[in-house]
Nanobody, 121 residues
Framework: QVQLVESGGGLVQAGGSLRLSCAASGRSFSTYGMAWFRQGPGKEREFVAVISWIGGTYYADSVKGRFTISRDNAKNTVYLQMQSLKPEDTAVYYC???????????????WGQGTQVTVFS
């Protein structure tokens, strides 16, 4: 079992930055792929970024160059640094864990509760 708790969401003006954190408990965090997804109002949940257990990363085109995913295995934490935020980034952001590294939300068994990010113009 893996438990995930996100933090760091909030209200930010367009062009600003936020850093989300996802603290994991349970075994085998360092061997899990970790991902961020988001769900905006009236939208489907969508992939944002993923990082493999050895640090390989992949991003959605909509956030590439603005968001950075990273992990600290010693702290059992994954981060999402978000810069140049846009109103369309407004969403609930979720972290997810799986032994595989995938962009497919259906494959993730472990999810956090989500943290709200609101970007105003």
């Amino acid at each position: 079992q893996v438990q995930l708790v996100e933090s760091g969401g909030g209200l930010v003006q367009a062009g600003g930055s936020l850093r989300l954190s996802c603290a994991a408990s349970g075994r085998s965090f360092s061997t899990y792929g970790m991902a961020w997804f988001r769900q905006g109002p009236g939208k489907e949940r969508e992939f944002v970024a993923v990082i493999s257990w050895i640090g390989g990363t992949y991003y959605a085109d909509s956030v590439k160059g603005r968001f950075t995913i990273s992990r600290d295995n010693a702290k059992n934490t994954v981060y999402l640094q978000m810069q140049s935020l846009k109103p369309e980034d407004t969403a609930v952001y979720y972290c997810a864990a799986d032994p595989r590294t995938t962009m497919d939300a259906r494959r993730y068994d472990y999810w956090g509760q989500g943290t709200q990010v609101t970007v105003f113009s």
